[in-house]
């Protein structure tokens, strides 16, 4: 889900009604690019989710944007994931599902269409 750093998006989205269609019933994991950031350069995310960055978020140089996060709903036990590295980028974002099922990665890639460099991290 692309929000365009969209504030309104934004609060659309954590501000959700109580309801059987509430984007925290309905889902366990929301990739999100371009999130709207405060000045602080944190994104916001509701009291149902847990919000993963990249792990590069806190090394990467001041003034670099914020481009992908992912929620993980609050009713996923945080005994069944964990966030994957991936240094280097503030472009990509990712997790690992460990279960009865096996293993699954989730990984929020955010590309500009500019260059190339988040598919050469990737590699």
């Given at each position: 889900m692309n929000l365009h750093?969209?504030?309104?998006?934004?609060?659309?989205?954590?501000?959700?009604?109580?309801?059987?269609?509430?984007?925290?019933?309905?889902?366990?994991?929301?990739?999100?690019?371009?999130?709207?950031?405060?000045?602080?350069g944190n994104a916001?995310?509701?009291?149902?989710?847990?919000?993963?960055?990249?792990t590069s978020r806190?090394?990467?140089?001041?003034?670099?944007?914020?481009?992908?996060?992912?929620?993980i709903n609050r009713k996923i036990s945080s005994n069944v994931w964990r966030q994957i590295d991936v240094p280097g980028t503030d472009d990509i974002?990712?997790?690992l599902l460990t279960g009865p099922f096996g293993k699954l990665g989730i990984f929020n890639i955010y590309n500009d269409g500019k260059h190339s460099i988040t598919l050469t991290i990737l590699r």
């Open positions: 750093k969209s504030k309104t998006a934004t609060f659309d989205l954590i501000n959700e009604p109580e309801n059987t269609n509430a984007l925290s019933k309905t889902h366990d994991f929301v990739c999100i690019q371009e999130p709207w950031t405060d000045r602080v916001r995310k509701g009291s149902r989710w847990h919000i993963i960055y990249p806190l090394s990467m140089e001041s003034g670099v944007l914020l481009r992908s996060v992912i929620l974002t990712a997790v």
